[in-house]
Every structure is written in C-alpha cells, then in structure tokens.
C-alpha cells in the first residue's frame, strides 16, 4: 500500500487538469491558486460549477471554487479506498449520521456518488481553517498508522480520505459534501444536483 500512495503522491504533484465551467469557474491545480473566480455577483447566487475530471490521475487532486469556498475533488486509488472500513471505528462519523454533512447520494463509507471520486468542501469544520491534504502513509508527524487523509495544522484536526473526521480532535463534525452531479463520465457539476445518478 505504501508503494502506491507514495506512487499516487507522485501523480498528485504532478497533476494539472484543466477544469471549465459553465461560467467560466475557478481553475486551480495544486497549490490551490485560484486563477479565475466567477463575478461577486455569481457567487453570491451560488450558480453551479461545471469541472472536467476526464483527465485526473488516480491519487490526482483538483481545487475548485464554489460560492467562494474551496471544493476538492480527489480520485481515490484502490489502496485509498481500501482504508476507508478499516480505520472505521477511529473516527467520530463514520456512517455520515450527521445528514446535514453530505447529500443523501453521499452517505456511504466513500461519502460519493462514484466511490472512486471523492467530492467535498475543503474547510475544517472546527474553525474554517484549510486541511492540508496528506496522502503520505506512517509520517513522523502523524504517526506510524496514519494511512493518508486530511489534515488541519490550525488545531490538529484530522480527516480521512473520505472527509471524516477523526474522534477526539477539535473538528466536530465530517468535512462537507456539496450538492453534484454527474453531466457525464468525465464531468461534473458542482452546486446542483438535480437528476442527480
Ligand atoms: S480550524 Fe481546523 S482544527 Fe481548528
């Protein structure tokens, strides 16, 4: 396991995928640097973002704004996917029971319409600050067990790689899915979910 996300590690920092949005939305590759936000006006009326993922690696990370907050988009490889039921019972949510946290379509172990995409708000739900994505397995920092997930240098909140929050940390609450859907294969559409799959 340690092999491929140190593999998808690479992928991450190599991944610059062009996202487009039906009102010409943010574009971010990582770090997150939004080149392009849509008009003050458009945010405030939350219009939804369209983003190509067709071209995002497994273990590929996109950034993207919506109504002015950072949403992630992470395409999980099996190895990510694998650690989601087995570090369960270490966090606070782990059955996304807290509904106001995620669409229904996302109450699942993969918190996602497509369990290999993950889609959620990037914003600690302790105090809003931004979670680093932290893909390495066993860092010194976060110790031997750590499989790869999320996590926040304000308070040292952590989440998982389907945004749950770990138990016993300042964050209360599971990082937030926002409405989606899928418009095809390789596109989305954050911000309605209308006729969602
Ligand atoms: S804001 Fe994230 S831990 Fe406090």
Request: proline share 9%; with cysteine; aromatic share 8%.
């Amino acid at each position: 396991m340690t092999d491929d996300l140190n593999k998808s590690r690479r992928k991450f920092l190599s991944v610059a995928t062009a996202v487009t949005g039906g009102i010409g939305a943010a574009f971010a590759a990582v770090p997150f640097v939004a080149s392009f936000r849509p008009s003050a006006r458009a945010q405030a009326l939350g219009v939804p973002v369209e983003v190509d993922i067709g071209k995002l690696e497994e273990g590929g990370l996109l950034k993207v704004e919506w109504r002015g907050q950072p949403v992630w988009i992470l395409r999980r490889t099996p190895a990510m996917l694998d650690t989601l039921p087995a570090i369960a019972t270490e966090l606070a949510d782990p059955d996304s029971e807290q509904v106001e946290q995620q669409p229904e379509y996302a109450r699942n172990a993969h918190r996602s319409i497509n369990p290999e995409v993950l889609v959620v708000i990037g914003s600690c739900t302790h105090l809003g600050c931004a979670p680093t994505e932290r893909f390495d397995v066993g860092p010194a920092d976060l110790g031997a067990d750590w499989p790869g997930g999320f996590y926040c240098p304000c308070h040292g909140s952590k989440f998982d790689l389907s945004g749950r929050v770990y138990k016993s940390v300042p964050a209360p609450l599971n990082l937030k899915v926002p409405p989606y859907r899928y418009i095809s294969d390789s596109r989305i559409l954050i911000g309605s979910d209308t006729g969602a799959a």
